[in-house]
């Protein structure tokens, strides 16, 4: 197989676990780093043996670079990855895949054009414990799902990130931030959504920063911290989700449970690639602990990148595809919008859910 060779732009926090799994994987070569902050670029680069550090510009104009990945902030990644397609590179970005519908449309329609690839995170759902969870659902474990709940509730990540404004930005909130993880999870579970609603409140409208060189700094709000919302699945099932930076105590709540006709399956946090996976059957006072089916629960960051480099030499639908990941950015929207305007939101988009990986 022909390895695709990888520039990573963007090498703040987030950045190290991609670097240290892609220089493993053997789908892909990485060679690049760059940033807005040459200095940074170049300490990432010496960290993990790259010859190249460069500006984002310098990394984008290398013929050698086949796929880009983006880790810059929120705000960023739609005018990086257009940049990046527009060069006749491929794009992996973290997640969410633009700020607006109008910036991930137009992402796509360009790559459409030009024969590339978009993929986006999150790809925890390729770990092993939401794809045992995918082939419990497929094999019929729980016999047709009708309902969902998620819940993401905790406090915010102001107390120990170094740099936590963005959370607060446009494009930031908890919708925004931990928002794909679940709905992409219960996406590639359950197929795409028709329409949704919700309520968004902003509940505090600043934060104080509580650690490292920022502590003290006040951050203004811009984006709702607190969302409830519902979801209507085109196959039927209807789901709740509560994502909030309101609760510091947390909750108690799983992380994803879904109902079907015939049992009830616990999913394990979405954030991760694996976890324990509980099934009870219908009549059974007892939950059942199902051994994972599928590998990859360590922090496997990349497995999308990998993924995607793989299709591209098999020629065949990398998992992680950019539809997906745009029909989780509207629905997101859609919460808001539903919250401001008083009315159900009918999605535009859809997607096909992704083919499931190679069981053990």
Same mark, same amino acid.
């Given at each position: 197989?022909?390895?695709?060779?990888?520039?990573?732009?963007?090498?703040?926090?987030?950045?190290?676990?991609?670097? !240290?799994?892609?220089? *493993?994987?053997?789908?892909?070569?990485?060679?690049?780093?760059?940033?807005?902050?040459?200095?940074?670029?170049?300490?990432?680069?010496?960290?993990?043996?790259? $010859?190249?550090?460069?500006?984002?510009?310098?990394?984008?104009?290398?013929?050698?670079?086949?796929?880009?990945?983006?880790?810059?902030?929120? *705000?960023?990644?739609?005018?990086?990855?257009? /940049?990046?397609?527009?060069?006749?590179?491929?794009?992996?970005?973290?997640?969410?895949?633009?700020?607006?519908?109008?910036?991930?449309?137009?992402?796509?329609?360009?790559?459409?054009?030009?024969?590339?690839?978009?993929?986006?995170? %999150?790809?925890?759902?390729?770990?092993?414990?939401? !794809? +045992?969870?995918?082939?419990?659902?497929?094999?019929?474990?729980?016999?047709? %799902?009708? /309902?969902? $709940?998620?819940?993401?509730?905790?406090?915010?990540?102001?107390?120990?990130?170094?740099?936590?404004?963005?959370?607060? !930005?446009?494009?930031?909130? %908890?919708?925004? #931030?931990?928002?794909?993880?679940?709905?992409?999870?219960?996406?590639?579970?359950?197929?795409?959504?028709?329409?949704?609603?919700?309520?968004?409140?902003?509940?505090?409208?600043?934060? +104080?920063?509580?650690?490292? *060189?920022?502590?003290? !700094?006040?951050?203004?709000?811009?984006? %709702?911290?607190?969302?409830?919302?519902?979801? @209507?699945?085109? #196959?039927?099932?209807?789901?709740?989700?509560?994502?909030?930076? @309101?609760?510091?105590?947390?909750? $108690?709540?799983?992380?994803?449970?879904?109902?079907? +006709?015939?049992?009830?399956?616990?999913?394990?946090?979405?954030?991760?690639?694996?976890?324990?996976?509980?099934?009870?059957?219908?009549?059974?006072?007892?939950?059942?602990?199902?051994?994972? +089916?599928?590998?990859?629960? #360590?922090?496997?960051?990349?497995?999308?990148?990998?993924?995607?480099?793989?299709?591209?030499?098999?020629?065949?639908?990398?998992? /992680?595809?950019? @539809?997906?990941?745009?029909?989780?950015?509207?629905?997101?929207?859609?919460?808001?919008?539903?919250?401001?305007?008083?009315?159900?939101?009918?999605?535009?988009?859809?997607?096909?859910?992704? /083919?499931?990986?190679?069981?053990?």
């Amino acid at each position: 197989m022909k390895r695709s060779k990888v520039g990573i732009v963007g090498c703040g926090n987030i950045s190290s676990i991609y670097f !240290q799994n892609l220089s *493993k994987y053997p789908e892909v070569e990485l060679v690049a780093a760059a940033d807005l902050d040459l200095e940074r670029a170049q300490a990432r680069a010496k960290e993990f043996g790259l $010859s190249k550090a460069y500006t984002v510009d310098q990394l984008l104009a290398d013929p050698e670079i086949d796929i880009v990945v983006n880790l810059t902030i929120p *705000k960023a990644h739609g005018p990086v990855c257009l /940049a990046a397609v527009k060069a006749g590179k491929h794009v992996y970005v973290e997640k969410p895949l633009a700020v607006t519908r109008e910036e991930a449309a137009e992402l796509l329609a360009v790559a459409r054009e030009k024969g590339l690839r978009v993929a986006s995170a %999150p790809e925890t759902f390729l770990g092993g414990g939401l !794809q +045992t969870c995918r082939k419990l659902i497929d094999d019929g474990a729980i016999g047709k %799902p009708v /309902a969902a $709940s998620g819940f993401m509730m905790g406090g915010g990540p102001e107390p120990w990130h170094p740099d936590p404004e963005f959370f607060y !930005q446009v494009g930031g909130g %908890p919708m925004f #931030d931990m928002g794909p993880y679940y709905l992409t999870a219960l996406v590639s579970l359950l197929g795409p959504i028709r329409r949704v609603t919700g309520s968004a409140v902003i509940t505090h409208s600043e934060r +104080t920063i509580g650690s490292g *060189k920022k502590q003290g !700094q006040k951050i203004p709000v811009e984006i %709702p911290t607190h969302i409830s919302g519902v979801l @209507d699945f085109a #196959d039927g099932a209807v789901a709740t989700l509560i994502t909030s930076f @309101d609760a510091p105590a947390g909750t $108690s709540m799983p992380n994803i449970e879904i109902q079907g +006709t015939e049992g009830t399956l616990i999913v394990p946090d979405p954030n991760t690639f694996g976890g324990v996976v509980r099934l009870r059957k219908a009549g059974s006072q007892e939950w059942q602990e199902i051994a994972l +089916t599928h590998g990859n629960t #360590d922090n496997n960051r990349g497995i999308g990148v990998a993924d995607l480099a793989a299709a591209i030499a098999e020629e065949r639908e990398h998992r /992680a595809h950019g @539809d997906m990941a745009y029909h989780v950015l509207e629905a997101m929207h859609g919460f808001h919008d539903a919250s401001r305007e008083g009315k159900h939101y009918e999605m535009k988009s859809t997607c096909a859910r992704p /083919a499931p990986m190679p069981a053990l």
